[in-house]
């Protein structure tokens, strides 16, 4: 079982940053993909971001390109990182962390298991 805990949501004004944790028990997550969704009201749950297991490989939706970077840290890669700068209001949604056996990482949210609770991120206009 591996249990994921979100952290570093808040509130931010349109262009600022905020860095968002990912953080599972020791080396639970060292040969999983791990990736970043987001959900805003009204809206189904879309993908964001993803990393393989060993940190080297990325994969970005096209509308956070060149504002998020997602990385992952830790002894053993357990700790998985989602830097956002230059914050839109239309980023405004609750970011979910999520765990896959497909080392790669991957996009489509069926492909993960475990899932982090949420943390919300609000930005103001």
């Known amino acids: 079982q591996v249990q994921l805990v979100e952290s570093g949501g808040g509130l931010v004004q349109a262009g600022g940053s905020l860095r968002l944790s990912c953080a599972a028990s020791?080396?639970?997550?060292?040969?999983?993909?791990v990736g970043w969704f987001r959900q805003a009201p009204g809206k189904e749950q879309e993908f964001v971001a993803a990393?393989?297991?060993?940190?080297?490989?990325?994969?970005y939706a096209d509308f956070v390109k060149g504002r998020f970077t997602i990385s992952r840290n830790g002894v053993y890669n357990t700790v998985v990182y989602l830097q956002m700068d230059s914050l839109k209001p239309e980023d405004t949604a609750v970011y979910y962390c999520?765990?896959?056996?497909?080392?790669?990482?991957?996009?489509?949210?069926?492909?993960?298991?475990?899932w982090g609770q949420g943390t919300q991120v609000t930005v103001s206009s």
């Open positions: 999520a765990a896959t056996s497909v080392q790669s990482g991957s996009s489509r949210r069926d492909e993960y298991t475990y």
């Open positions: 020791a080396r639970t997550l060292t040969r999983y993909g």
């Open positions: 990393i393989n297991w060993s940190g080297n490989s990325k994969d």
